[in-house]
C-alpha cells in the first residue's frame, strides 16, 4: 500500500487552475521532496490532504483511506507540519500539546510520548513556558511536535527550516531522519533545493498547478545533460579558442574558461586535449556536475508564478 494516492487531482479557484490533472504516488516508508515555485499549487495539494480544501475533481488517498470519504482515518494517519507560526500566546508548549492530543482522543495515555517528543526537539526545559515567550525556532520545533502527538505514519513538513539556524537545522534533520528509519513516511516542501537533494529518495516537481517531474532522485539527475568545466588560466596562456569549443564558453571572472559541455558527447580528456593544442594553459581545473537546482531550474524556469 502506498502512503498517498493521488489520482486525475485537479483544483480551480474560480478561472484559476491550481492543479492540473495530478497523478502521484509516495511509497510508504518513503522520504519524499515535493518541489516548485510559489504558485506551484504544493500548498493546495497539502490543504487537499490535509482537508482544508476539497478538490475540484479527482481522488487522494492517505494509506488507503479517501481523504473526503473516509476523512476520519485520513486525518489520523496525517501530520502536518505548516509553514505559518500558528499559535495561542497564553498556552505552555506543554498545554499545547495535550490540546492537540485531545483533538484525537488520546488522554493521558499520551503524556509518554509527549515527554519524548518534548526531549527530542530540545523542548524540555522549555515545556512550561508560554508560546509568546519563544524564539522563532523553539515555535517551529513546537509545532513539529504538534503534527506528531498522534504518532502519525505520514508526517508533511511544509518549509520546516525556512528562518532556521544552521545549528537548528541540523538537529531538527536528526530528528526528522530518525522518523523515517522508524517507519515513518516524510513528505518535504522546502526552497531549499539542497537539503532535499541530500535527504530525498524521490522528488515531485510541480509548475503551475502541472506536475513536471516524479522519479527517482538519481534518474532526475541523470536527465540533465549539461555540466560546467572551469580552468584557471595561467598568465601565459592563450585566450583565443578553437571554434568548436569558443561555442561551449560561458562568462567568467578575468583568468578564468568556463566551458559547458554535453555530459554524453563531449569527453573532458578531449575538451583538454584540444585546449592544450591551442595554447591554452591552466594551473587548476574543476568539474561542477548537474544537481537538483539546475534540473529545478530548468524545468521551472528558476522563477516564481505569477498567480
Known amino acids: ?64 483511506h479517501d481523504v473526503r470519504k473516509e476523512w476520519r482515518q485520513a486525518r489520523y494517519k496525517l501530520g502536518v507540519v505548516p509553514q505559518e507560526l500558528a499559535y495561542d500566546p497564553f498556552f505552555t508548549i506543554r498545554e499545547m500539546l495535550v490540546l492537540q492530543s485531545g483533538y484525537f482522543g488520546l488522554g493521558a495515555g499520551n503524556r509518554d510520548w509527549l515527554d519524548e517528543l518534548l526531549e527530542a526537539l530540545g523542548l524540555a526545559d522549555k515545556a512550561d513556558t508560554t508560546m509568546n515567550h519563544l524564539s522563532g525556532g523553539m515555535k517551529r520545533r513546537v509545532l513539529i511536535a504538534q503534527a506528531l502527538v ?52 524521490e522528488i515531485a516537481i510541480l509548475d503551475r498547478g502541472r506536475l513536471v517531474a516524479n522519479a527517482a532522485k538519481d534518474v532526475l539527475l541523470s536527465r540533465y545533460r549539461w555540466r560546467q568545466l572551469r580552468l584557471q588560466l595561467l598568465p601565459e596562456s592563450r585566450l583565443e579558442l578553437p571554434a ?4 561551449k564558453q560561458e562568462a567568467a571572472p578575468a583568468g578564468e574558461l568556463l566551458l559547458r559541455l554535453h555530459r554524453e558527447q563531449d569527453h573532458i580528456g578531449e575538451v583538454l586535449a584540444a585546449l592544450d593544442g591551442a595554447g591554452v594553459k591552466f594551473s587548476d581545473l574543476r568539474i561542477h556536475e548537474p544537481g537538483l537546482t539546475e534540473i529545478y531550474s530548468e524545468l521551472t524556469g528558476g522563477g516564481e508564478n505569477n498567480d
Open 150 to 201: 498522534h504518532r502519525p505514519p505520514v508526517v508533511i513538513l511544509d518549509e520546516p527550516t525556512a528562518g532556521v539556524d544552521v545549528a537548528l537545522r541540523e538537529r531538527l534533520w536528526r530528528f526528522i531522519r530518525s522518523l523515517n528509519r522508524k517507519g515513518h513516511t516524510i513528505i518535504l516542501t522546502t526552497h531549499y533545493l539542497e537539503e532535499a537533494e541530500s535527504m530525498c529518495g
Open 244 to 247: 568548436e569549443l569558443a561555442l
Open 1 to 64: 500500500m502506498n502512503a498517498l494516492e493521488i489520482e486525475n487531482l485537479s483544483k480551480n479557484y474560480g478561472s484559476l487552475q491550481a492543479l492540473i490533472e495530478i497523478d502521484l504516488s509516495v511509497a510508504e516508508g518513503a522520504f519524499f521532496a515535493l518541489l516548485g515555485p510559489n504558485g506551484a499549487g504544493k500548498s493546495t495539494l497539502i490543504n487537499i490532504l490535509a482537508g482544508l480544501t476539497r478538490a475540484t475533481s479527482g481522488t487522494a488517498e492517505i494509506l488507503g
